[in-house]
Protein backbone atom coordinates (compact mmCIF):
# COMPACT_ATOMS: atom_id res chain seq x y z
CA UNK A 1 0.00 0.00 0.00
CA UNK A 2 1.59 3.53 -0.66
CA UNK A 3 -0.03 6.66 0.01
CA UNK A 4 -1.39 9.34 -2.59
CA UNK A 5 -2.01 12.97 -2.85
CA UNK A 6 -5.83 11.90 -2.92
CA UNK A 7 -6.00 9.66 -0.09
CA UNK A 8 -3.72 11.53 2.43
CA UNK A 9 -5.81 14.97 1.58
CA UNK A 10 -9.06 13.36 2.23
CA UNK A 11 -8.05 11.81 5.31
CA UNK A 12 -6.63 15.67 6.03
CA UNK A 13 -9.77 16.77 5.38
CA UNK A 14 -12.07 14.47 7.47
CA UNK A 15 -9.79 15.17 10.49
CA UNK A 16 -9.30 18.82 10.83
CA UNK A 17 -12.13 19.91 11.43
CA UNK A 18 -12.86 17.22 13.95
CA UNK A 19 -9.45 18.63 16.20
CA UNK A 20 -9.80 22.23 14.98
CA UNK A 21 -6.07 21.58 14.40
CA UNK A 22 -3.61 21.17 11.50
CA UNK A 23 -2.74 17.66 9.94
CA UNK A 24 0.05 16.55 8.16
CA UNK A 25 0.46 13.13 6.31
CA UNK A 26 3.65 12.48 5.28
CA UNK A 27 4.73 9.23 2.90
CA UNK A 28 7.50 6.60 3.25
CA UNK A 29 10.31 9.45 2.36
CA UNK A 30 8.86 11.69 4.85
CA UNK A 31 7.62 14.33 1.86
CA UNK A 32 3.97 16.23 3.39
CA UNK A 33 1.85 14.90 0.66
CA UNK A 34 -1.57 16.12 2.74
CA UNK A 35 -1.90 18.91 4.73
CA UNK A 36 -4.22 21.57 6.18
CA UNK A 37 -1.11 24.31 5.30
CA UNK A 38 -1.32 23.83 1.59
CA UNK A 39 2.17 26.05 1.41
CA UNK A 40 4.21 22.97 3.24
CA UNK A 41 2.73 20.35 0.51
CA UNK A 42 5.83 18.12 -1.31
CA UNK A 43 8.15 19.91 1.53
CA UNK A 44 10.57 17.32 3.81
CA UNK A 45 9.43 17.19 7.47
CA UNK A 46 12.48 15.81 9.26
CA UNK A 47 10.52 14.68 12.51
CA UNK A 48 8.64 12.55 10.21
CA UNK A 49 11.91 11.32 8.64
CA UNK A 50 12.81 10.18 12.08
CA UNK A 51 9.84 8.77 13.02
CA UNK A 52 10.21 6.47 9.69
CA UNK A 53 13.87 5.81 10.85
CA UNK A 54 13.61 4.81 14.01
CA UNK A 55 9.60 3.47 14.11
CA UNK A 56 8.65 5.41 17.25
CA UNK A 57 6.71 8.53 17.27
CA UNK A 58 8.54 11.95 17.98
CA UNK A 59 7.59 14.93 19.47
CA UNK A 60 8.33 18.25 18.49
CA UNK A 61 8.85 21.00 21.04
CA UNK A 62 8.96 24.67 20.39
CA UNK A 63 12.72 24.08 20.57
CA UNK A 64 13.08 21.69 18.30
CA UNK A 65 11.21 23.69 15.48
CA UNK A 66 13.76 25.92 15.69
CA UNK A 67 16.49 23.88 14.94
CA UNK A 68 14.51 22.22 12.31
CA UNK A 69 13.74 24.82 10.04
CA UNK A 70 10.06 24.25 8.07
CA UNK A 71 9.09 21.74 11.46
CA UNK A 72 6.38 23.22 13.78
CA UNK A 73 5.69 22.12 17.31
CA UNK A 74 3.73 18.60 17.39
CA UNK A 75 3.55 14.90 17.43
CA UNK A 76 3.93 13.00 14.74
CA UNK A 77 2.91 9.52 14.81
CA UNK A 78 3.76 6.16 12.15
CA UNK A 79 1.07 4.88 9.88
CA UNK A 80 1.34 1.57 9.91
CA UNK A 81 -0.12 -1.18 7.34
CA UNK A 82 0.86 -4.77 7.28
CA UNK A 83 3.22 -4.48 9.59
CA UNK A 84 5.26 -1.68 7.86
CA UNK A 85 5.47 1.78 8.25
CA UNK A 86 3.77 3.30 5.36
CA UNK A 87 3.73 7.16 6.33
CA UNK A 88 3.85 9.50 9.27
CA UNK A 89 1.08 11.65 10.48
CA UNK A 90 1.45 14.90 11.90
CA UNK A 91 -0.51 16.83 14.50
CA UNK A 92 0.01 20.66 14.92
CA UNK A 93 0.32 21.89 17.94
CA UNK A 94 1.47 22.37 21.63
CA UNK A 95 2.54 18.59 22.55
CA UNK A 96 1.31 18.60 26.15
CA UNK A 97 -2.16 19.36 24.75
CA UNK A 98 -2.48 17.16 21.89
CA UNK A 99 -0.77 14.22 23.06
CA UNK A 100 -4.03 12.92 24.03
CA UNK A 101 -5.11 13.08 20.93
CA UNK A 102 -2.00 11.71 18.88
CA UNK A 103 -3.31 7.40 19.49
CA UNK A 104 -6.85 8.21 18.70
CA UNK A 105 -5.43 10.19 15.56
CA UNK A 106 -2.92 7.49 14.22
CA UNK A 107 -5.98 4.60 14.76
CA UNK A 108 -8.03 6.87 12.52
CA UNK A 109 -5.57 7.60 9.96
CA UNK A 110 -5.26 3.71 9.40
CA UNK A 111 -8.84 2.66 9.70
CA UNK A 112 -8.91 5.22 6.87
CA UNK A 113 -6.49 3.49 5.04
CA UNK A 114 -7.78 -0.04 5.66
CA UNK A 115 -11.39 1.14 4.45
CA UNK A 116 -8.86 2.63 0.96
CA UNK A 117 -7.20 -0.48 0.86
CA UNK A 118 -10.64 -2.81 0.85
CA UNK A 119 -12.40 -0.13 -1.94
CA UNK A 120 -9.54 -0.76 -3.73
CA UNK A 121 -9.73 -4.18 -3.80
CA UNK A 122 -13.58 -4.19 -4.16
CA UNK A 123 -12.97 -1.74 -7.66
CA UNK A 124 -10.26 -4.05 -9.11
CA UNK A 125 -12.04 -7.54 -8.31
CA UNK A 126 -15.04 -5.52 -10.33
CA UNK A 127 -13.19 -4.57 -13.01
CA UNK A 128 -11.81 -8.18 -13.44
CA UNK A 129 -15.27 -9.74 -13.76
CA UNK A 130 -16.55 -6.73 -16.26
CA UNK A 131 -13.10 -7.94 -18.58
CA UNK A 132 -14.09 -11.70 -17.79
CA UNK A 133 -18.26 -11.61 -18.93
CA UNK A 134 -16.35 -9.28 -22.10
CA UNK A 135 -14.43 -12.20 -22.91
CA UNK A 136 -17.17 -14.61 -22.29
CA UNK A 137 -19.54 -12.75 -24.62
CA UNK A 138 -16.66 -12.14 -27.58
CA UNK A 139 -15.95 -15.42 -26.87
CA UNK A 140 -12.01 -14.52 -26.06
CA UNK A 141 -11.16 -17.45 -23.89
CA UNK A 142 -7.27 -17.31 -24.40
CA UNK A 143 -5.17 -20.40 -25.21
CA UNK A 144 -6.89 -23.07 -22.53
CA UNK A 145 -10.44 -23.31 -21.59
CA UNK A 146 -9.49 -24.89 -18.13
CA UNK A 147 -7.35 -21.69 -17.50
CA UNK A 148 -10.54 -19.65 -18.58
CA UNK A 149 -12.86 -21.46 -15.79
CA UNK A 150 -9.90 -21.08 -13.23
CA UNK A 151 -9.72 -17.14 -14.30
CA UNK A 152 -13.75 -17.81 -12.85
CA UNK A 153 -12.64 -18.99 -9.66
CA UNK A 154 -10.39 -16.87 -8.78
CA UNK A 155 -13.06 -14.45 -8.98
CA UNK A 156 -15.64 -16.38 -7.27
CA UNK A 157 -17.48 -17.28 -10.64
CA UNK A 158 -19.02 -20.55 -11.43
CA UNK A 159 -18.33 -20.72 -15.02
CA UNK A 160 -19.51 -24.20 -15.79
CA UNK A 161 -23.07 -23.64 -14.90
CA UNK A 162 -25.97 -23.16 -17.89
CA UNK A 163 -26.40 -19.38 -19.15
CA UNK A 164 -28.79 -17.80 -21.34
CA UNK A 165 -27.51 -14.34 -22.17
CA UNK A 166 -30.14 -11.17 -22.52
CA UNK A 167 -29.37 -7.77 -23.31
CA UNK A 168 -30.82 -4.92 -22.13
CA UNK A 169 -31.21 -2.27 -25.00
CA UNK A 170 -32.20 1.52 -23.72
CA UNK A 171 -33.37 2.74 -27.49
CA UNK A 172 -32.86 6.32 -26.11
CA UNK A 173 -29.98 6.06 -23.85
CA UNK A 174 -27.35 8.01 -26.54
CA UNK A 175 -29.85 11.10 -26.62
CA UNK A 176 -29.93 10.73 -22.26
CA UNK A 177 -26.26 10.51 -22.09
CA UNK A 178 -26.06 13.67 -24.74
CA UNK A 179 -27.95 15.67 -22.66
CA UNK A 180 -26.18 14.78 -19.62
CA UNK A 181 -22.83 15.92 -21.45
CA UNK A 182 -24.71 19.50 -22.93
CA UNK A 183 -24.97 19.77 -18.94
CA UNK A 184 -21.45 20.48 -18.52
CA UNK A 185 -19.13 23.14 -20.10
CA UNK A 186 -16.14 20.40 -19.27
CA UNK A 187 -16.47 17.29 -21.22
CA UNK A 188 -14.44 15.51 -18.98
CA UNK A 189 -16.52 16.41 -16.29
CA UNK A 190 -20.07 15.13 -18.42
CA UNK A 191 -18.07 12.17 -19.86
CA UNK A 192 -17.65 10.83 -16.20
CA UNK A 193 -21.63 12.01 -15.53
CA UNK A 194 -22.12 9.71 -18.43
CA UNK A 195 -20.12 6.76 -16.53
CA UNK A 196 -21.81 6.55 -13.65
CA UNK A 197 -24.96 6.77 -15.33
CA UNK A 198 -24.00 3.87 -16.85
CA UNK A 199 -22.86 2.53 -13.64
CA UNK A 200 -26.03 3.05 -12.00
CA UNK A 201 -27.58 1.64 -14.71
CA UNK A 202 -26.03 -1.51 -14.38
CA UNK A 203 -26.25 -1.81 -9.89
CA UNK A 204 -29.95 -1.77 -10.65
CA UNK A 205 -29.69 -4.41 -13.09
CA UNK A 206 -27.54 -6.40 -10.37
CA UNK A 207 -30.18 -5.44 -7.80
CA UNK A 208 -32.88 -7.33 -10.02
CA UNK A 209 -31.47 -10.16 -10.84
CA UNK A 210 -29.61 -11.39 -7.51
CA UNK A 211 -26.12 -12.44 -6.79
CA UNK A 212 -23.44 -10.63 -9.47
CA UNK A 213 -21.45 -13.79 -8.82
CA UNK A 214 -24.09 -16.02 -10.50
CA UNK A 215 -26.12 -13.74 -12.48
CA UNK A 216 -23.45 -11.77 -15.02
CA UNK A 217 -24.04 -8.54 -15.57
CA UNK A 218 -22.00 -6.01 -17.85
CA UNK A 219 -22.55 -2.68 -19.79
CA UNK A 220 -21.72 -4.08 -23.46
CA UNK A 221 -21.67 -0.32 -25.31
CA UNK A 222 -23.75 1.61 -26.77
CA UNK A 223 -27.16 1.44 -25.05
CA UNK A 224 -26.80 -2.36 -24.24
CA UNK A 225 -26.06 -4.08 -20.99
CA UNK A 226 -25.84 -7.86 -20.80
CA UNK A 227 -27.50 -10.20 -18.16
CA UNK A 228 -25.88 -13.82 -18.22
CA UNK A 229 -28.29 -15.67 -16.70
CA UNK A 230 -27.69 -18.94 -14.80
CA UNK A 231 -30.46 -21.37 -15.19
CA UNK A 232 -31.37 -24.73 -14.49
CA UNK A 233 -30.39 -26.98 -17.41
CA UNK A 234 -33.19 -29.76 -16.75
CA UNK A 235 -35.42 -26.87 -16.41
CA UNK A 236 -38.03 -26.95 -19.55
CA UNK A 237 -38.05 -24.39 -21.94
CA UNK A 238 -41.41 -22.83 -21.03
CA UNK A 239 -40.55 -22.61 -17.59
CA UNK A 240 -37.01 -20.65 -18.51
CA UNK A 241 -38.70 -18.44 -20.53
CA UNK A 242 -41.53 -17.55 -18.27
CA UNK A 243 -38.70 -16.50 -15.26
CA UNK A 244 -36.89 -14.66 -17.99
CA UNK A 245 -40.12 -12.71 -18.73
CA UNK A 246 -41.00 -11.78 -15.16
CA UNK A 247 -37.05 -10.93 -14.92
CA UNK A 248 -37.38 -8.55 -17.74
CA UNK A 249 -40.67 -7.02 -16.93
CA UNK A 250 -39.22 -6.13 -13.62
CA UNK A 251 -35.71 -4.70 -15.03
CA UNK A 252 -37.99 -2.55 -17.33
CA UNK A 253 -39.94 -1.23 -14.64
CA UNK A 254 -37.04 -0.30 -12.72
CA UNK A 255 -34.80 1.34 -14.92
CA UNK A 256 -38.00 3.30 -16.65
CA UNK A 257 -39.34 4.57 -13.20
CA UNK A 258 -35.67 5.23 -11.63
CA UNK A 259 -34.04 6.54 -14.98
CA UNK A 260 -37.20 7.56 -17.48
CA UNK A 261 -35.28 5.49 -19.62
CA UNK A 262 -36.95 3.26 -22.68
CA UNK A 263 -36.13 -0.26 -22.92
CA UNK A 264 -36.27 -3.21 -24.99
CA UNK A 265 -34.85 -6.75 -24.36
CA UNK A 266 -33.43 -9.86 -26.53
CA UNK A 267 -33.28 -13.31 -25.05
CA UNK A 268 -30.83 -15.86 -26.88
CA UNK A 269 -30.91 -19.78 -26.01
CA UNK A 270 -29.70 -21.16 -23.59
CA UNK A 271 -26.35 -23.39 -23.84
CA UNK A 272 -24.85 -25.82 -21.28
CA UNK A 273 -21.52 -25.34 -23.20
CA UNK A 274 -19.11 -22.30 -21.90
CA UNK A 275 -17.87 -21.65 -25.58
CA UNK A 276 -21.01 -20.93 -26.91
CA UNK A 277 -22.26 -18.17 -24.73
CA UNK A 278 -20.90 -15.18 -26.75
CA UNK A 279 -23.90 -16.75 -29.34
CA UNK A 280 -26.41 -16.75 -26.89
CA UNK A 281 -25.11 -12.83 -27.01
CA UNK A 282 -25.11 -12.38 -30.22
CA UNK A 283 -28.58 -14.09 -30.82
CA UNK A 284 -29.92 -11.77 -28.06
CA UNK A 285 -28.69 -8.75 -29.79
CA UNK A 286 -30.25 -9.74 -33.06
CA UNK A 287 -33.09 -10.55 -31.33
CA UNK A 288 -34.00 -6.74 -30.06
CA UNK A 289 -32.88 -5.58 -33.70
CA UNK A 290 -35.12 -7.39 -35.29
CA UNK A 291 -37.90 -7.51 -32.55
CA UNK A 292 -38.33 -4.20 -32.69
CA UNK A 293 -38.89 -3.73 -36.43
CA UNK A 294 -41.01 -7.07 -36.80
CA UNK A 295 -42.97 -6.76 -33.23
CA UNK A 296 -42.67 -2.89 -32.08
CA UNK A 297 -44.29 -2.76 -29.54
CA UNK A 298 -43.22 -5.62 -27.10
CA UNK A 299 -40.97 -5.72 -24.43
CA UNK A 300 -39.09 -8.78 -24.61
CA UNK A 301 -37.55 -11.04 -27.66
CA UNK A 302 -36.81 -14.55 -27.56
CA UNK A 303 -34.62 -15.06 -30.57
CA UNK A 304 -36.09 -18.41 -31.05
CA UNK A 305 -39.48 -17.14 -31.45
CA UNK A 306 -38.79 -14.59 -34.19
CA UNK A 307 -38.45 -17.06 -37.45
CA UNK A 308 -39.99 -14.71 -39.97
CA UNK A 309 -38.63 -11.50 -38.45
CA UNK A 310 -35.10 -13.39 -38.70
CA UNK A 311 -35.55 -14.49 -42.28
CA UNK A 312 -36.95 -10.86 -43.40
CA UNK A 313 -33.54 -9.42 -41.98
CA UNK A 314 -31.21 -11.98 -43.38
CA UNK A 315 -32.62 -10.51 -46.99
CA UNK A 316 -30.43 -8.05 -48.78
CA UNK A 317 -31.38 -4.56 -48.29
CA UNK A 318 -31.36 -4.08 -52.07
CA UNK A 319 -33.43 -7.01 -52.65
CA UNK A 320 -36.04 -5.96 -49.73
CA UNK A 321 -36.80 -2.34 -51.31
CA UNK A 322 -37.14 -4.10 -55.01
CA UNK A 323 -39.59 -7.05 -53.95
CA UNK A 324 -41.50 -4.20 -51.76
CA UNK A 325 -41.69 -1.75 -54.58
CA UNK A 326 -42.91 -4.18 -56.98
CA UNK A 327 -46.10 -5.39 -55.04
CA UNK A 328 -46.95 -2.34 -53.24
CA UNK A 329 -46.28 0.72 -55.38
CA UNK A 330 -49.61 0.95 -56.56
CA UNK A 331 -50.13 1.16 -52.88
CA UNK A 332 -48.16 3.94 -51.78
CA UNK A 333 -49.31 5.77 -55.15
CA UNK A 334 -52.60 6.23 -53.28
CA UNK A 335 -53.60 9.62 -51.83
CA UNK A 336 -52.65 9.15 -48.59
CA UNK A 337 -55.79 9.05 -46.47
CA UNK A 338 -56.60 6.19 -49.42
CA UNK A 339 -53.17 4.21 -48.51
CA UNK A 340 -53.47 4.47 -44.61
CA UNK A 341 -57.43 3.37 -45.00
CA UNK A 342 -56.46 -0.04 -47.27
CA UNK A 343 -52.71 -0.83 -45.04
CA UNK A 344 -55.34 -0.71 -41.84
CA UNK A 345 -57.89 -2.46 -43.23
CA UNK A 346 -54.80 -5.54 -44.34
CA UNK A 347 -53.60 -5.49 -40.72
CA UNK A 348 -56.53 -6.06 -39.14
CA UNK A 349 -57.63 -8.47 -41.52
CA UNK A 350 -54.54 -10.34 -41.50
CA UNK A 351 -54.58 -9.95 -37.64
CA UNK A 352 -58.00 -11.47 -37.40
CA UNK A 353 -57.45 -14.70 -38.96
CA UNK A 354 -58.99 -13.84 -41.97
CA UNK A 355 -62.18 -13.46 -40.74
CA UNK A 356 -64.40 -10.72 -42.34
CA UNK A 357 -67.20 -10.02 -39.77
CA UNK A 358 -64.11 -10.17 -36.67
CA UNK A 359 -62.22 -7.38 -39.33
CA UNK A 360 -65.44 -5.41 -39.82
CA UNK A 361 -66.33 -4.89 -36.39
CA UNK A 362 -62.46 -4.65 -35.32
CA UNK A 363 -62.51 -1.79 -37.52
CA UNK A 364 -66.18 -0.98 -37.31
CA UNK A 365 -66.63 -0.42 -40.62
CA UNK A 366 -70.13 -2.75 -42.42
CA UNK A 367 -69.04 -5.93 -43.93
CA UNK A 368 -69.74 -5.26 -47.72
CA UNK A 369 -67.00 -1.76 -47.41
CA UNK A 370 -64.58 -4.21 -45.73
CA UNK A 371 -64.88 -6.38 -49.25
CA UNK A 372 -65.12 -3.30 -50.85
CA UNK A 373 -61.40 -2.52 -49.51
CA UNK A 374 -60.08 -5.59 -50.18
CA UNK A 375 -61.15 -5.61 -53.89
CA UNK A 376 -59.82 -2.19 -54.04
CA UNK A 377 -56.28 -3.49 -52.80
CA UNK A 378 -56.64 -6.60 -55.41
CA UNK A 379 -57.11 -4.05 -58.27
CA UNK A 380 -54.28 -1.70 -57.27
CA UNK A 381 -51.55 -4.57 -56.58
CA UNK A 382 -52.90 -7.46 -58.97
CA UNK A 383 -52.87 -9.53 -55.05
CA UNK A 384 -55.73 -10.60 -53.81
CA UNK A 385 -55.86 -10.70 -50.43
CA UNK A 386 -58.86 -13.52 -50.09
CA UNK A 387 -56.28 -16.03 -51.88
CA UNK A 388 -54.03 -17.75 -49.81
CA UNK A 389 -50.63 -17.51 -52.36
CA UNK A 390 -51.65 -14.11 -52.95
CA UNK A 391 -51.70 -12.98 -49.53
CA UNK A 392 -48.51 -14.62 -48.25
CA UNK A 393 -46.75 -12.19 -50.77
CA UNK A 394 -49.12 -9.28 -49.23
CA UNK A 395 -48.26 -10.16 -45.83
CA UNK A 396 -43.97 -10.32 -46.72
CA UNK A 397 -43.77 -7.30 -48.93
CA UNK A 398 -45.61 -4.97 -45.56
CA UNK A 399 -43.63 -7.08 -43.37
CA UNK A 400 -40.34 -6.11 -45.19
CA UNK A 401 -41.64 -2.24 -45.94
CA UNK A 402 -42.20 -2.31 -42.37
CA UNK A 403 -38.65 -3.67 -41.50
CA UNK A 404 -36.93 -1.08 -44.17
CA UNK A 405 -38.97 2.12 -42.33
CA UNK A 406 -38.18 1.08 -38.85
CA UNK A 407 -34.71 0.68 -40.44
CA UNK A 408 -34.66 3.65 -41.53
CA UNK A 409 -36.19 5.50 -38.78
CA UNK A 410 -34.10 3.94 -36.04
CA UNK A 411 -30.91 4.43 -38.37
CA UNK A 412 -31.92 8.71 -37.69
CA UNK A 413 -32.88 8.81 -41.52
Known amino acids: MQLTYEIAQKMVERTIPILQCNINIMDQNGVIIGTGETERLNTVHKGARKVIATGKSVEVTPRDSEEWPGVKPGVNLPIVWNDQIIGVVGITGDPAEIRPFGEIVKMAVEMM ?53 MVVDIRNFSNHTYTDLKKFNDQLAGELQVQQTKTKIMKKIEEVVGDPLVHLVSFAGGGHFVVLYALDRDQPTKRQKAVLNRLGQRIEQVISSQFGLNVQIGVGNCYNELAEISSSYREAVRAVKVGR ?76 TLLARLEKIAHLTGLNPRNIDDLFLLKLSMLLHQYEEDEFSSSGG
Open 293 to 368: RYLPKRLIYHYDELGLGLLIDSIDPKLRKEYTKRNLQPLFNADRKTFGKLWKTMQVYMDKGLNVTQAANALQIRRN
Open 113 to 165: VQQTVLQQQVHLESQARQHLIQDLISGKFGRSMDMFVARGWNLQIDLTRSRIA
